[in-house]
T-cell receptor, first 115, second 114 residues
Framework: DSGVTQTPKHLITATGQRVTLRCSPRSGDLSVYWYQQSLDQGLQFLIQYYNGEERAKGNILERFSAQQFPDLHSELNLSSLELGDSALYFC??????????????FGPGTRLTVT | KNQVEQSPQSLIILEGKNCTLQCNYTVSPFSNLRWYKQDTGRGPVSLTIMTFSENTKSNGRYTATLDADTKQSSLHITASQLSDSASYICVVSASKTGANNLFFGTGTRLTVIP
């Protein structure tokens, strides 16, 4: 158990809908990262937050947004969902902001299925 | 272009045998290289992390090597077990802060059969 929690575990929704994925980092970690992993694909970095502020942005679509709250938990919002958004969404956390050697600990993931 | 390539894409071995997974990268400037193990449907778990000055690091039956000159790394698994069946991901970090300096390989899918 990495100490990172994600809810829900599974989510099934229809195209055009909007969903929110939640992540609670390990106690003491200030950074949260979101990743997407489509079937048989590698991990794609979406976005990073550090202590409440956006720190780095990867291949995140404009339909997606995220935020980190004062208690350091984070939410990833996916809107106008398309079939291609079906994937595993992972959250990871680390102590610092991605500095050299900063270890990331991954949560169990949320499996999103868009029908 | 910063890239991480892993080979083979998939591998099937008998329980008890050894195997070696490869990772070649073109990431620059290099900071560190990590190997993760990802069980199906679960989050990746770190196995090793190596910096420029390290060329070997072990974690139980897992031994990673790094040749920073040729930009190659390998992960050697000794006396494989059924529980080693997973994807193994190589991640290379460039010398900058921020997560957008991480470059992921697509992984090697290892299947250990009895």
């Amino acid at each position: 158990d990495s100490g990172v929690t994600q809810t829900p575990k599974h989510l099934i929704t229809a195209t055009g809908q909007r969903v929110t994925l939640r992540c609670s980092p390990r106690s003491g970690d200030l950074s949260v990262y979101w990743y997407q992993q489509s079937l048989d694909q590698g991990l794609q970095f979406l976005i990073q937050y550090y202590n409440g502020e956006e720190r780095a942005k990867g291949n995140i679509l404009e339909r997606f947004s995220a935020q980190q709250f004062p208690d350091l938990h984070s939410e990833l919002n996916l809107s106008s969902l398309e079939l291609g958004d079906s994937a595993l969404y992972f959250c990871a956390s680390s102590i610092y902001g991605g500095a050299l050697g900063d270890e990331q600990y991954f949560g169990p993931g949320t499996r999103l299925t868009v029908t | 272009k910063n890239q991480v390539e892993q080979s083979p894409q998939s591998l099937i071995i008998l329980e008890g045998k050894n195997c070696t997974l490869q990772c070649n990268y073109t990431v620059s400037p290099f900071s560190n290289l990590r190997w993760y193990k990802q069980d199906t449907g679960r989050g990746p778990v770190s196995l090793t992390i190596m910096t420029f000055s390290e060329n070997t690091k072990s974690n139980g039956r897992y031994t990673a090597t790094l040749d920073a000159d040729t930009k190659q790394s390998s992960l050697h698994i000794t006396a494989s077990q059924l529980s080693d069946s997973a994807s193994y991901i190589c991640v290379v970090s460039a010398s900058k802060t921020g997560a957008n300096n991480l470059f992921f390989g697509t992984g090697t899918r290892l299947t250990v059969i009895p």
